[in-house]
């Protein structure tokens, strides 16, 4: 690990101000930071403490909550009104991870970890995420769990987390402090960009900018599922994931939030898919249809091919589950 400065916020504002010059990066849990640093994937000069600071509620705002950055996932997963209004977000935080890291880690860092491609984590390996313009060994390579949707020549790597893919479902918004003072509110659908030619660049927020807290609007309701399909029960990350809320209305399918995780560089949506299912009367043939419409432009790269066909079956799943039809 090379040699860095350390200095503990004592306010949101100071944090952002300390952060905003030079190489440096906020620390709360570190979950994912400390690995990277070990690696010297990661080599800030200064890290910001902020595990101090005053963002460690969950509270009611209106008809929705506003959950603090610092609140750990385990807190957040066992919130009675989490269970209770938004119970995908709630399995959604219980599907990854372990029980230590889960307490450990928080809401704010969890948006922010970085990809588990095998090539960003291997320093020898080429990587335009991790370095930029040198090439991407994924492509081409062993590229198993690496994304099929979103992609470009110069990554295909995918976001890992599936806390982020039940908020994209239920559109949460992201508030941040920049070093100015300024406080901004991104939507979740924003926040995180598609690789394009600058797959190291993965969200909007700029130098400095310190996520603070997470608001979630009015619940939906409906029967709410977070399928996630990986190699194992436990410990590791999606293959497929679906975020789904349905709402039925005599018999016909009502509301419909679809987001999909292990499929892109950022947690996805395609409004069209739940556009389609909208009024309309579940079946199988709906559901090929609705699969149809996610998978026309995906690409798989070998290794992953599979996945086409498994984000379809699984999306089959879901929508059989949360509508009551026999497949």
């Not at 090539?119 to 062993?142: L, M, V």
Request: hydrophobic fraction near 45%; proline fraction near 6%; glycine fraction near 8%.
């Amino acid at each position: 690990m090379r040699p860095f400065d350390y200095t503990r916020a004592t306010a949101p504002q100071e944090a952002a101000a300390m952060a905003a010059a030079g190489a440096a990066k906020f620390i709360a849990g570190g979950t994912n930071l400390l690995d990277l640093m070990k690696l010297q994937v990661e080599t800030p000069e200064k890290l910001v403490d902020v595990t101090r600071l005053p963002m460690k509620d969950i509270a009611a705002e209106g008809d929705g909550l506003k959950i603090g950055a610092l609140v750990p996932n385990s807190d957040l997963a066992a919130d009675e009104r989490v269970r209770r209004d938004y119970p995908v977000l709630s399995r959604a935080l219980l599907a990854g991870a372990s029980g230590q890291l889960r307490n450990k880690a928080t809401t704010g860092g969890n948006l922010l970890q970085r990809t588990r491609c095998y090539y960003f984590y291997e320093t020898s390996a080429r990587c335009n995420k991790r370095e930029p313009g040198s090439g991407c060994d994924a492509i081409g390579g062993f590229n198993r769990i690496h994304a099929i949707l979103g992609t470009s020549d110069a990554c295909i790597a995918t976001h890992p987390s599936d806390m982020a893919v039940a908020m994209r479902a239920l559109d949460a918004e992201i508030e941040t402090l920049t070093p100015d003072g300024a406080t901004k509110r991104h939507p979740i659908a924003d926040f995180h960009r598609l690789p394009g030619d600058t797959p190291n660049v993965e969200t909007v927020l700029s130098p400095g900018e310190l996520i603070t807290a997470v608001h979630l609007p009015a619940p939906l309701g409906g029967t709410q599922i977070y399928r996630k399909v990986r190699d194992r029960a436990s410990y590791a990350f999606a293959l497929v994931s679906i975020a789904a809320i349905v709402t039925m209305d005599a018999g016909k399918i009502g509301t419909v939030r679809l987001a999909f995780g292990g499929v892109a560089h950022k947690p996805w949506r395609n409004e069209a898919v739940e556009a389609a299912l909208a009024g309309e009367t579940p079946s199988a043939a709906l559901f090929d249809k609705a699969a149809d419409i996610l998978l026309a432009e995906a690409k798989g790269f070998g290794e992953n091919d599979f996945k086409i066909p498994l984000a379809r079956r699984t999306l089959a799943a879901v929508l059989a589950e949360a509508t009551g039809v026999s497949l």
